[in-house]
C-alpha cells in the first residue's frame, strides 16, 4: 500500500504564513504529480496547487503568488508554503500522489488524511 502523512497545519492570524509537508512511503515504484487539494465547510473539495516529477507547477488564481509547491529530490515529498494567508483559506487540506505502485500496475490517486488549517483574528 501507499501512505502520506501530512503535516503543518494549525490555526494562524489573517497575513500569517504555513508550511504543510506531505511524505509519501509504502510500495511505491513511480510518483508523477503531487499537490495539494482544500475542502472548506459547505464547499467542494479544489485543487490548491500540484507539481509534476519534472518540477513543473500550477496554482489555483486564488492562491497564486501567495502560495508556492515544492517537492524534495527523491520526488517522495511535497510541500505547499503558504503566505499572506486570508480568512478564505480556512479549509482541511489534503494530499494527493498519483502514484504507480510497480512496472505491472497503472497509475492510481492516493491521499492523506488532511490537515486543518485556520486563519482567524
Known amino acids: 500500500q501507499v501512505q502520506l502523512v501530512e503535516s503543518g497545519g494549525g490555526s494562524v492570524q489573517p497575513g500569517g504564513s504555513l508550511r504543510l509537508s506531505c511524505a509519501a512511503s509504502g510500495s511505491i515504484f513511480r510518483i508523477n504529480n503531487m499537490g495539494w487539494y482544500r475542502q472548506a465547510p459547505g464547499k467542494q473539495r479544489e485543487l490548491v496547487a500540484s507539481?509534476?516529477?519534472?518540477?513543473?507547477?500550477s496554482y489555483a488564481d486564488s492562491v497564486q503568488g501567495r502560495f508556492t509547491i515544492s517537492r524534495d529530490n527523491a520526488k517522495t515529498m511535497v510541500s505547499l508554503q503558504m503566505i499572506s494567508l486570508k480568512p478564505e483559506d480556512t479549509a482541511v487540506y489534503y494530499c494527493y500522489a498519483y502514484v504507480r505502485r510497480s512496472v505491472t500496475l497503472d497509475f492510481s490517486n492516493y491521499w492523506g488524511q488532511g490537515t486543518q488549517v485556520t486563519v482567524s483574528s
Open positions: 507539481i509534476t516529477s519534472g518540477g513543473s507547477t
